[in-house]
């Protein structure tokens, strides 16, 4: 279940210290070393303190802990839908991945260049999301061209496709992003079809300078928040400079030049969770003396299917999946006294893992 988030911007916006901060931070993993699984990828645990919590209650052998992967995509100019400076290959590696990290300068710096030669968040936005709808219009317009031709002919499917396309169609020309249209689950159909750019999910990153960081917003931040909340976006604030710092250090020295920050958590680790959040992605675990572990499965998922993240075998072979939360697990302090608090469930094939469940999966193959 490899799903991806592309990291995108401008140049001289920090993308690529950002982007070298979250694979510094890969490396220094015993679990999940960073992975060249291409030149611009990288594997990223995801920090959570519940698993923390958890091998100090059970004591296992090892713990393994949950990771998805960061794609840094190629730097974009004006006129990338038109082939211009690495424009094909910006919007081919685009369109691979599942959701949309938008890296925008929000400080102020006469020794780094702007591409525009002046520092205006929402100009940049606009100039990456004009480059993905345009794309996006010539993808549709494509598409309509055959769908009509079926349509003249009262094909029921190829009338209710076209009314879909001409709405997005309508709302790409006003400048809007293909997700900010609203449609049926029924309806959805066409547009997951089309594998539009301005359809994926998007989060946008201030990046701030260092001077920044455990202040109050600057104006460029403030503005990027006005432009995000009219997509219902979220924003993240960060110092990619500072960040590529942080991922160099561990334990308590970590903990140290946080506090001597005033933060109380990287930026990069913000930036993980929001992104995982983002791509629909929750964590279950599982634990025992050998191993506690976590593992990623899609918001909504059932036992069965999220049995399968583990093999395939345990799908397959699904009998029921003893649960019990994070929490109730953790007040109980064991799994037995969990059992004696009725905390323990024996949940069956319908049932659909929440975020924190602590499973322990019957099968027979």
Not at 164 to 193: D, F, H, I, M, N
Not at 219 to 242: G, H, L, P, Y
Not at 287 to 316: N, S
Request: proline share 3%; charged share 30%.
């Amino acid at each position: 279940m490899a799903l991806t988030a592309g990291i995108v911007g401008l140049p001289n916006v920090g993308k690529s210290t950002l982007f070298n901060a979250i694979t510094q931070a890969g490396a220094v993993s015993a679990n999940y070393p960073f992975a060249t699984i291409d030149p611009n990828v990288g594997i990223v645990e995801v920090p959570d303190a519940r698993l923390q919590k958890l091998t100090a209650l059970v004591n296992p052998k090892k713990t393994t802990p949950t990771a998805f992967e960061f794609t840094d995509i190629a730097g974009i100019v004006e006129g990338a839908s038109k082939g211009e400076g690495l424009g094909n290959q910006f919007l081919s590696h685009i369109r691979q991945v599942d959701a949309i990290c938008h890296v925008v300068r929000a400080f102020e710096d006469d020794e780094v260049t702007h591409v525009s030669g002046r520092v205006d968040p929402i100009s940049d936005i606009e100039t990456i999301n004009l480059e993905l709808i345009l794309a996006d219009l010539e993808t549709i317009n494509k598409r309509l061209d055959r769908v009509e031709k079926m349509a003249r002919q009262k094909d029921k499917e190829a009338l209710a496709e076209k009314d879909v396309l001409t709405r997005l169609k309508e709302a790409l020309e006003s400048e809007q992003p293909a997700r900010a249209l609203e449609l049926s689950k029924e309806e959805e159909k066409y547009r997951k079809g089309l594998h539009l750019l301005t359809a994926k999910p998007i989060l946008y990153v201030a990046n701030v300078a260092e001077d920044e960081i455990g202040e109050a917003e600057n104006e460029n931040v403030k503005r990027i928040r006005e432009f995000a909340k009219k997509e219902d976006a979220e924003v993240i604030t960060i110092c990619a400079k500072i960040e590529s710092e942080i991922a160099e250090l561990e334990g308590e020295e970590r903990a140290e030049f946080l506090e001597d920050l005033g933060i109380a958590e990287a930026g990069l680790d913000q930036l993980i969770k929001a992104t995982y959040n983002l791509l629909g992605l929750a964590t279950y675990f599982t634990a025992g003396e050998e191993e506690v572990r976590a593992w990623t499965f899609r918001k909504g998922m059932t036992a069965p299917q999220a049995a399968g993240i583990i093999h395939t075998d345990f799908e397959k072979g699904f009998i029921k999946a003893e649960t019990v939360s994070y929490e109730d697990l953790i007040e109980g302090g064991s799994m037995a006294k969990a059992k004696e608090n009725g905390k323990v469930r024996l949940e069956g094939k319908e049932y659909i893992v929440k975020d924190g469940d602590v499973i322990h999966f019957r099968f027979n193959v």
